[in-house]
């Protein structure tokens, strides 16, 4: 087996530098996978911009990166349902609280993750298709199905009655919506979701009954119209500022709950260097106040509105339920699309920072996604 290299930061506001990193060593329940394909998430570009702050305890340095597809090459006591020579698709927890933020991050030539966070790949699904779907379908499973989020009944995913309950799902076209969508049709729920109109075509083949254009002023009253007199089992808001119009949605439907997956304000707004700056100060006092006060709204009104943490799942029934229940014959069947689009944007672990700052410029129905290792004979 050859030598391990990484994609590492060494702190908070730096470029990534490649260089070797260890050898990882799977554990109990854990999979060694040689990496073939990485996407990048906003989860990266923040951390990068923002590390101290919202994931102060990481040590650095330290390897980014959550979305790996490539090959099983070792497995640890107890990772019964993989072997050897497996190809699948992983969500790399290295940098959550209490995780290995060097063995367990996905920007590298070899990594470790949870048996139980991976799935197996149909023969004819690339790594590249593949890699977008870790932490959207996590994020997105967490805020529907965790307790502390919607609460919906995920108990008999892919083989659910229909109900007569909606699920709002505000940006059904980033990547966390697109998989919203298609797990509360499994579950059995009807969905209305918003996107730009040339996305609307595509969030109804994915399940959604309705959508709505966001950039329409009245959307809100159009989505509570449209719902009428049916029950709202929870609301989704996942787009940058969506929590308000959610929560006049929520408030006209009598829905209780809101779980949310992106913050009030954008944290690319601010420079990537280390100190206070005018426009550092500026977005956390916006960051704040306009928290505290949708908290302060949607408590008057018996609302709760709660931020999504998608590892959530990692300790929960939900992920065995979506990811190893679920996953496994949806990939197979087609019934679960892999969404967003892959777009490719280079090789080798040297294009990642290349494919975050292209993030950071804004991305529609697409995940950026860069491919490794590709001298090798195999897919």
Known sequence: MSDNSAAWIDSPYADLTIRDAPMPKPGAGQLLVEVRAVAVNPLDAIIQSNGTVMYGWLLYPVILGEDVAGVVVGTGADANDFAVGDRVVAYAMGLEKGRDAVSESGFQAYVVVDARLAVALPAATTFEDAAVLPLAVSTAAAGLFEKDQLGLDFSRLADAAPRDDVVVIWGGATAVGGNAIQLARAAGYRVITTASKKNHERMRRLGAEAVFDYR?????ARIVDEIGDSAVAGVLAIAVGSAEPCLRIARATGATRIAMASPPVSFYEQPRRRGFSPARIRLFLKLGTRTALLQVRSRARGIRASFIWGSAIATSP?????????????????????YPEARIVGEGLSAIQEAIDILRCGVSAQKLVVRLDPASPRS
């Open 318 to 338: 939900v992920g065995p339920a979506v990811w190893g229940e679920y996953l496994p014959g949806a990939l197979a069947s087609g019934s679960h699309q892999l």
């Open 216 to 220: 329409d002023p009245a959307v809100a």
